[in-house]
């Protein structure tokens, strides 16, 4: 069984840019994370999906944050403009419906100079 | 406000012996806790898992205790073995329908031969 997929794997943008990062959950997994995990700290949830609707999206900056998952499978997590302060990996992570884990993509890792 | 606490950024273990990972919680709803095992440049990828309804639960190498009335719980893994070392983060679901998990800040462990 294939797991969650990212891309790029790794980011260097000048603030004020912009940057998309992508994901494909595990096949079937209903539910989608994205998280941002900032050196020396625990990931922290940016937005959760189940299907196509959001879940909860409470932490994500949303004045230059946004994300997406059109048709309920891919998703697309954008930063326009970019801070200094977004520098960190952004994981991505799916779960199957009713199970209590969730599975991790190797992450975007994300430097803004 | 850290709702989940790994309050040691860090541990060296000799080979062999008993690593113990400690993680503390502040909110008696939590119910159901994870532990993700995270190498470098990769995603965490997941270890064990308990529910609030037992104590105890082992995989192997690896045992989680939970305390409820101490909102603690601790991951052992006996024997260490270098390939052990990794950051350890300790996740908590914060409710029973969204699958929604909030993660520590993670403990550094290292194995030493």
């Known amino acids: 069984e294939a797991g969650v997929a990212q891309s790029p794997r790794y980011k260097i943008i000048e603030k004020r840019q912009s940057v998309a990062f992508w994901c494909n959950p595990i096949?079937?997994?209903?539910?989608l994370y994205w998280y941002q995990q900032i050196l020396g700290q625990g990931p922290k949830l940016l937005i959760q999906?189940?299907?196509?609707?959001?879940?909860?999206d409470s932490q994500l900056p949303k004045d230059r944050f946004s994300a997406e998952r059109l048709k309920g499978v891919d998703s697309t997590l954008k930063i326009q403009p970019a801070k200094l302060e977004d520098s960190a990996v952004y994981l991505c992570?799916?779960?199957?419906?009713?199970?209590?884990?969730?599975?991790f993509g190797e992450g975007s890792w994300l430097t803004v100079v | 406000d850290q709702q989940v606490k790994q309050n040691s950024p860090s541990l060296s273990v000799q080979e062999g012996r008993i690593s113990i990972l400690n993680c503390d919680y502040t909110n008696s709803m939590f119910d159901y806790f994870l532990w993700y095992k995270k190498y470098p440049a990769e995603g965490p990828t997941f270890l064990i898992s308990?529910?609030?309804?037992?104590d105890k639960n082992e995989d192997g190498r690896f045992t989680v205790f939970l305390n409820k009335s101490a909102k603690h719980l601790s991951l052992h893994i006996v024997p260490s073995q270098p390939g052990d070392s990794a950051v350890y983060f300790c996740a908590a679901r914060t409710d029973n329908y969204g699958q929604n998990f909030v993660f520590g800040p993670g403990t550094r462990l290292s194995v030493l031969p």
């Open positions: 999906f189940q299907n196509n609707g959001v879940v909860d």
């Open positions: 992570a799916s779960s199957s419906t009713g199970r209590n884990t969730i599975y």
């Open positions: 308990i529910s609030s309804i037992k």
């Open positions: 096949s079937g997994h209903a539910t």
